[in-house]
């Protein structure tokens, strides 16, 4: 059996994980789908589609489970998105999610859905880690060990702190520089 699960990992983070974790005890195969994929370089989504990639594929080796890590791109039209998830990704019996609007989506195009429980959401959230990482605090004991390695890498924090100062308002937005 072949699950799918989106997110958009900005970053990996050890509540994804451990749903991983779960779903391994579930299906053989899984799909992850990186989700708005066409995004990065912002401080909701600073990271790209590459490097979340690389975040993924490095850290669920702990599991034993065969992944697939496949970018999905946004779309305007919410009404023909799992269309455009299925034409993207091999084909799945089950999707997990725990966002509304995903589980919505999925379950009136008759894909069956499953939910896991949140993990510690109190700080195992993008939100936390991202201002975490803007504001120089710790954020490396709630990601996977190979995610350190890959936001090293890639200079990430650096990245997240230049976007946030060139964000208007310095909120988590995805908006850019400031028209002048
Ligand atoms: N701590 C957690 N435990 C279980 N599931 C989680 C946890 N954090 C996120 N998820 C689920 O993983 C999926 C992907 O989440 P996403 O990539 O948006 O992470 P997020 O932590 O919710 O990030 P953000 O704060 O950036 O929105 C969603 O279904 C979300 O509900
Ligand atoms: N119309 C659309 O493009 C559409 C609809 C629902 C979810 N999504 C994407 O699926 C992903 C869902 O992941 P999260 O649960 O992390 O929010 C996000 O990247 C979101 O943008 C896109």
Redesign the pocket.
């Known amino acids: 059996m072949r699950g799918f699960y989106?997110?958009?990992?900005q970053p990996y983070h050890n509540g994804h994980h451990q749903m991983v974790k779960e779903i391994a005890t579930e299906v053989d195969e899984l799909v992850l789908?990186i989700?708005?994929a066409g995004d990065s370089h912002s401080t909701r989504n600073p990271f790209t589609a590459g490097e979340r990639i690389m975040m993924v594929a490095k850290s669920v080796v702990d599991f034993d489970i065969t992944t697939y890590a496949v970018p999905?791109?946004?779309?305007?039209?919410?009404s023909v998105?799992v269309s455009?998830v299925q034409s993207m990704s091999p084909a799945f019996d089950v999707a997990y999610?725990?966002?509304p609007?995903?589980i919505q989506?999925f379950k009136e195009a008759g894909v069956e859905v499953r939910q896991s429980p949140m993990f510690n959401r109190g700080v195992l959230q993008?939100t936390e880690l991202r201002n975490r990482m803007m504001n120089g605090e710790e954020w490396r004991s709630l990601v996977p060990e190979p995610v350190v390695g890959v936001i090293d890498e890639i200079g990430g924090i650096e990245r997240i702190q230049r976007v946030s100062d060139t964000d208007s308002d310095g909120r988590d937005s995805d908006g850019g520089p400031d028209p002048e």
């Open positions: 989106i997110g958009r990992f789908g989700g708005s999905i791109e946004d779309l305007e039209r919410n998105w455009h999610s725990n966002n609007l995903v989506l993008g």
